[in-house]
């Protein structure tokens, strides 16, 4: 059974560019996650997804956006880059929403901001 | 809100040493509590979890009990190998409906 899949899994962006990170879940998961992970501030949610709908949305700025595909598929964007945005972006599936039920985390994307 | 406050780190333990890590967490509710493994170059591995009061979850030799009046998930692991070397990290999921995680703990395992 694959697991979680993103690509790609490195990335140099230029500040002021925009950037978009893809994750494919686990076949047959709808929930989809995803978190930034930098040195100075671990692990930070960013949004869920279910059923092509944000179902919740941490802290970030609006230059942080993503959406979810009807084959569960996610995709996050940046706009404006900035050199803070560089860090380990993951992406997690489960079955259902909801913590409770166990998220599989993927390899993440390295994005550096030059 | 909900918090983790996990031990800091780096820890160094010889091959077969007692493993402990603490982790004291704050939060409204009943929030379940997890311990994810990180290993270099790769995302999170959910190691093991509890969704209640005095649950015990365990897995690979890890275990960690749910203890709500000390509010702590605690890591312990008997005898730890040099393949244990990870970031370790305690996480909750409580009313927020997010996975709030520790700052983690770097763990390396000397042979």
């Known amino acids: 059974k694959a697991g979680v899949t993103q690509t790609p899994r490195y990335l140099i962006k230029t500040r002021g560019q925009q950037v978009t990170l893809s994750c494919s879940p686990i076949?047959?998961?709808?929930?989809v996650s995803w978190y930034q992970q930098t040195p100075g501030q671990g692990l930070q949610f960013l949004f869920e997804?279910?059923?092509?709908?944000?179902?919740n949305k941490g802290n970030f700025p609006g230059r942080f956006s993503g959406r979810q595909f009807s084959n569960s598929r996610s995709e996050m964007n940046v706009s404006t880059l900035e050199l803070g945005d560089s860090a380990l972006y993951l992406c997690?599936?489960?079955?259902?929403?909801?913590?409770?039920?166990?998220?599989?985390f993927g390899s993440g994307t390295r994005l550096t901001v030059v | 809100g909900d918090s983790v406050t996990q031990m800091e780190g780096p820890v160094t333990l010889s091959e077969e040493a007692f493993l402990t890590i603490n982790c004291t967490y704050t939060?409204?509710?009943?929030?379940?509590l997890f311990w994810y493994v990180q290993y270099p170059g790769e995302g999170l591995q959910l190691l093991l979890k509890?969704?209640?009061?005095?649950d015990k979850g365990s897995n690979k030799g890890f275990e960690a009990t749910y203890r709500k009046e000390t509010t702590s998930f605690h890591l312990e692991k008997g005898s730890v190998q040099v393949s244990d070397s990870a970031v370790y990290f305690c996480?909750?999921?409580?009313?927020?409906?997010?996975?709030?995680f520790g700052s983690g703990t770097q763990l390396t395992v000397l042979p």
């Open positions: 076949s047959g998961h709808r929930s």
């Open positions: 509890a969704t209640k009061a005095d």
């Open positions: 996480a909750l999921s409580g009313s927020a409906r997010q996975l709030t």
């Open positions: 939060a409204t509710g009943y929030p379940s």
């Open positions: 997690a599936s489960s079955a259902r929403q909801g913590f409770n039920y166990g998220y599989t």
């Open positions: 997804y279910f059923s092509e709908t944000q179902r």
